[in-house]
């Protein structure tokens, strides 16, 4: 099986061909087993970034194809090109850097929550949204995001965070309003954050996808969209 | 050698690691009045508490009688008497606040409504005297998001940034901390902190053994090396956990968790490659036990070609309606562990009607740094052996050592983290009011060595030593170990160290990967030595520690010792003994007595009519479950 794999370095973009050897007959590899036998073959020193190897941490998210995928859930195919996420700036390789997207989350979200009984329990979509593993495939496509690259300058602080928000930082602050030991101060920070981030330019987008099956639109963008409605 | 800029910065603690124990101390460190800098290799929060099964401990959640003693003594006893009893009672102490600092940052449970307090699992997991382990919707992707949420709100951090040492200065009594330096990959610099206290909570080993490992990839033994490193102890460093059921294939799925004793219900049993019973009542028996008969069937020429075993459940689900209750069990407390099962194994499996090939795997490492049950590093300097071994040097989670011993009882590390991580982040914020003078040619010192291997003109690259040194650790210091094996293990350690010296290393500042498998290589490399020569100290099995080539070690009657393991400021290696207190052996019998007893109950089941076993489990899954519609009584 033969995969193109994207290289980046000092600033020059690169591709390789590389043949995958299967390790068992039939075998149809993730795109993570493309990566870790290339480094343990051809590119010793390929950069790439991976942690549970079970679709849990989230931090193994690259192109496939131009389309994001959790690298080790995604089967390969022949003729693949993975790649680094295009949605965030490439350090090396196919590692992007994605640490602009947390930053923008300092001073937004609650120094714990304190409003009720802990004991309390929680909507079913609160827990629907703890299902968040962080991948950051929902960045794909997303026009706030994309306000961060507009005439391809890089809008970052000083501390390196993002000035518009994302489906991902929008769940954050959704999941914050749904959870009742959270004040109705704190409820009101959430909503007024979302739109400071801008939470504006979901009026006229036709969704968000994400990297494990939450129904972004539904339970995070439109109950926001809705709340700053009233 | 390359031009690469250092950043200098300053604060009172610095911690290294992002997940439970970390996020937790950076957190009560601030609280506390620190000024705190969290340095995290992986994204923040990205951690093995995030990938956790999501089950947790907390004390006398759902039964009275529940008590600190008991708790405590459950630790200890499963540990095989090597944790320090004031570390077990701080535990037992401090599980409900930990809880409760959890469910503040978002982590929440379903709730009891009977009894107004979190649901527990219906069965106490295997060593656990009471029902006290929580489980959560999603895993433990919420605790995960708690460390997150309490870093990212509002303490500073770097991540994609990796620690390479503690700056430590000696004085009058002993070494103390004077910060720390960081690879910073993102932005291509060094970071020089100055900084009076350091926690080191950057996880586990697990990945010396990669694949066969449940674990995340970042677990390169950080944490251990960084202590050895900056002349701390470490104790217990022989206690690894393997994970009894763990997949042997297919390759993609290697190494991941299916199940733990406590999930093989009262019928499930392990067969060897044959299908003859070689263990039963499994949902009784101890995560090393399991792991112990699987391995040792394996050597004995019984195991799979793969080197496993089969876990049988499908005696859980032959009676109809008690099966209902399995299943609804198994979906509900482990929907993880069955998602993967689906996908490696297929529905079939999935539905109990196949068994499982499972192999042992890495998971956890109960040795680490020697601390106190405030997480501040320990010694034993000849008059006291608490004596402090690094001034302003902490550790908390899986970097420390002493909460487990020998073998750590399930759900309890979620708990660990954060309760040790609290403890060790408050008093690293007291010692840091202290105050510190700063000297930086020290820092100097410590940065040059790394200055210098970037653009390392060598002929080896370090992933490939990496791969080489994970198979030799699974071979010689793995779940079955021998004198001879470790010996071989010993040789091949000292070839790969020197093969280091000749890695081939790139000049480049901005995320220079062959740079980053060195420092990781040489981070595992110092903690798989640990490892090997705390177990050549330990002729005898105990607990997770398996000589195949030694007797089982008897607790009773008999003087425990912790391994301790140190170096020196020229690199030698010490060994000592660490005394410990063993529990009466009227306890112990009478531990041992109603350990028997519950493993008889379990055989007797098991030679019953399939009618009577469903009369009986139907009772017992109810009685902490509730009642579970039956299919047919919805068809109906």
Known sequence: MKVELVTWREGREDSVTFEYQPREEGERPMALDVLLQARATAL??????????????????????????????????????????????????????????????????????????????????????????????????????????????????????????NPFSLLKLQRIRLDPVATEAQKADALANAEDLGLDACRTCPGCKCGVGINLKGKVVEALLEAAEV | MSAIETEWRDYDVIVVGSGGAGGAAAHAATEAGARVLVVSKDPIGCSDTKIAEGVTTVRASAEDGDTEAVLSENLRIAGGDLPPPEITRAF???????????????????????????????????????????????????F???????????????????????????????????GGIVYDAIRGCFVAVRAPAVIIAAGGLSTLYYPKTDTMRGNTGDSYALALRAGADLVDMEQTQFLPFCLTAPPSYEGLLVGEPATAGFLGVLRDARGKVLLDAVMVRTRAECSAAIVRAVADGRGTERGGCYLDLTGNVKAERSGVYY????????????????????????????????????????????????????????????????????AAGQAMGGVFGANRLGSTSLAEGPIFGARAGRAAAELARAGNSMADPVFETHLAPYRNMLGHAGSKPASALIRRLQEACWNGIGPARTGDGMDDFMAELSDIRRDADDAAIGPEALWNQSFIDAIELANMLDT???????????????????????????????????????????????????????????????????????KAALKLLRLLPVAAQDRILEKRYRATMGAIAQPDAEAA
């Open chain 2, 528 to 598: 798989a030595e640990a490892v090997a020569r705390a177990a050549q100290d330990r002729p005898q099995s105990l607990g997770a520690h398996i000589r195949l080539d030694g007797p089982d070690a008897s607790l009773l009657f008999a003087k425990t010792h912790s391994v301790v393991v140190r170096r020196d400021a020229d690199g030698d290696w010490t060994l000592s003994h660490a005394a410990r207190p063993p529990t009466s052996w009227r306890r112990l019998l009478g531990y041992a007595i109603r350990d028997r007893k519950r």
């Open chain 2, 327 to 394: 299943k609804n069990f198994m979906e509900t407390s482990l929907a993880g562990v069955m998602s993967t099962v689906r996908q490696a194994l297929g529905r079939k499996a999935a539905a109990f009607q196949e068994i499982w090939e499972v192999r042992p795997g890495a998971h956890y490492a109960m040795g680490g740094a020697r601390v106190n049950e405030h997480g501040s590093t320990i010694t034993d300097n000849g008059a006291d052996n608490g004596a402090p071994a690094v001034r302003g040097l902490f």
């Open chain 2, 144 to 178: 995960g998001h708690a460390a997150w949420n309490a870093v990212v709100q509002g303490i500073d951090y770097l991540e994609d940034a990796w620690f390479l040492d503690i700056v430590t200065e000696p004085g009058a009594d002993g070494p103390a901390v004077r």
């Open chain 1, 44 to 165: 010793p020193d390929l950069a790439f970034r991976y942690g549970c190897r079970n679709r849990n941490c989230g931090i193994c998210t690259i192109d496939v194809n131009g389309r994001p995928r959790i690298a080790c859930r995604a089967r390969v195919r022949d003729g693949d090109r993975l790649s680094a996420p295009g949605t965030l700036p490439v350090v090396r390789d196919l590692v992007a850097r994605r640490d602009g997207v947390a930053r923008q989350m300092r001073g937004r979200l609650p120094n714990g929550v304190r409003g009720n009984d802990l004991d309390v329990e929680a909507p079913e979509d609160y827990h629907a949204l703890t299902a968040c593993i962080e991948c950051y495939a929902c960045l794909d496509g997303c026009p706030m995001h994309a306000r961060n690259f507009e005439d391809g300058t890089e809008r970052r602080d000083e501390a390196g965070a993002y000035r518009w928000g």
């Open chain 2, 92 to 142: 037992a102490q401090d599980t409900e606040d930990a809880y409760n600092w959890l469910r503040r940052h978002g982590v929440r449970p379903r709730i009891d409504q009977a009894r107004g307090t979190p649901r527990t699992l219906p069965i106490p997991l295997g060593g656990h005297a009471h029902r006290r382990s929580i489980g959560h919707d999603n895993g433990g992707l919420a």
